[in-house]
């Protein structure tokens, strides 16, 4: 098998480390995504293994690792010139691409857009839906549209957006979301997030699993 693909490759793209090996640590990572995408068997076949590069999840959580550090200018501006000109170079109507708002979504589907993601696409350029708030995020998820839909805690993997929920009595349902780096463990989720914390940087976070309203994989 592992003549048959580039290990590091996948590796960089389920999250484990790229030592090119393909070990015990790889084997489980690829089983993992395989059940999360509903398909069966050991390893990897050619089909499942151009599909696992072109996957939009992976893909756009990668993008994120690459953007980690980066932060408003001027701080509390809501504004990322980085993002801001690469919206502009990908076709998203200036109106957003100012990110003169919150911009936690804008991120995440930013990172897919770069990548080819058709859910991106369908929110940033032809606003198909509002994909820059999380509530209609979730509200658009859960009624399947833009080739988005709500998944289990089970079958949530790295990737998947994380759209949590910081008061589950109060106000909106979702207030912020980001994308999930590992499968949740010990009643933690590990996210990379834009507009995190109070710093307004893309970083890396960790919280307890009890503030998530909901799992939701795009395409």
């Given amino acids: 098998m592992q003549d048959q693909f ?73 504004r990322v010139p980085e993002l801001v000109t690469l919206a502009g170079r990908l076709g998203v109507p200036a109106s957003l691409g100012r990110m003169g708002y919150p911009w936690c979504a804008f991120a995440v589907f930013l990172a897919a857009l770069t990548r080819g993601g058709k859910t991106a696409a369908s929110g940033l350029r032809w606003r198909e839906f509002n994909a820059v708030y999380t509530p209609a995020v979730l509200a658009a998820a859960r009624a399947g549209l833009a080739g988005l839909r709500v998944v289990s805690p089970a079958l949530a993997f790295r990737g998947d957006l994380v759209l949590f929920d910081w008061d589950l009595l109060h106000g909106d349902p979702v207030d912020h979301v980001g994308r999930l780096v590992e499968i949740p463990v010990d009643g933690r989720v590990r996210t990379i997030d834009g507009n995190s914390g109070g710093d307004g940087l893309v970083d890396r976070r960790e919280r307890k699993i009890g503030s998530v309203r909901a799992f939701v994989r795009d395409s």
């Fill in 6 to 78: 580039d290990v590091a490759e996948v590796q960089r793209l389920l999250g484990v480390r790229a030592d090119g090996e393909l070990g015990p640590a790889t084997a489980a990572a690829i089983a993992a995504w395989k059940r999360s995408r509903g398909l069966r068997g050991d390893g990897l076949t050619a089909a499942e293994h151009r599909r696992l590069l072109a996957d939009v999840p992976l893909l756009a959580v990668r993008q994120m690792e690459r953007w980690v550090g980066l932060h408003e200018e001027p701080r509390g501006s809501n």
